[in-house]
């Protein structure tokens, strides 16, 4: 993808502060963190979403945050825990897919804003979901 900004940054066309790469990812520091450390695991193949990446990937990347990633902000960071999310679609300012981790403080404040008058019952919403 030419007009990619992730791509972009993978190919070397723009600066990153990389902190893991390998033959499938490279692992960069996000340039808004949420807390100290706040990285992107990106695949160095392009792909959109959670729907397009190739399973191999996605494990490939999940094995990279626990084997290389996780340690490393633990013993450097001294971190306590970590938050891994991922967005599609809505919140996804950026089409390229990418893995946030967010390591994790005591008292760090990090505040996941929802409205709870805006959720329905749980009853309601299982009732939707359930496998009938």
């Known amino acids: 993808m030419n007009d990619c900004i992730f791509c972009k940054i993978i190919k ?12 499938k990812v490279k692992v960069i520091m996000n340039i808004n963190p ?3 450390g706040h990285l992107l695991i990106l695949p160095k193949e392009h792909f959109e979403n959670i729907l397009d990446i190739k399973e191999e990937i ?11 990633i996780y340690p490393m902000i633990k013993e450097r ?6 938050t891994i999310c991922e967005n599609n679609f809505l919140g996804q300012d950026i089409k ?15 505040d996941f804003n929802y409205n709870k008058d805006l959720l329905n019952n749980i009853d309601d ?8």
């Open 12 to 23: 070397g066309e723009l600066p990153s502060k990389t902190v893991y790469e390998d033959d």
């Open 96 to 110: 390229h897919f990418h893995i946030h981790v967010i390591p994790r403080y005591q008292n760090d404040k990090v």
């Open 77 to 82: 960071l001294h971190c306590e825990g970590f």
């Open 125 to 132: 919403v299982f009732m939707k979901l359930e496998n009938k």
């Open 34 to 36: 949420i807390t100290n």
């Open 58 to 68: 996605i494990a490939h990347s999940m094995k990279v945050l626990r084997e290389k």
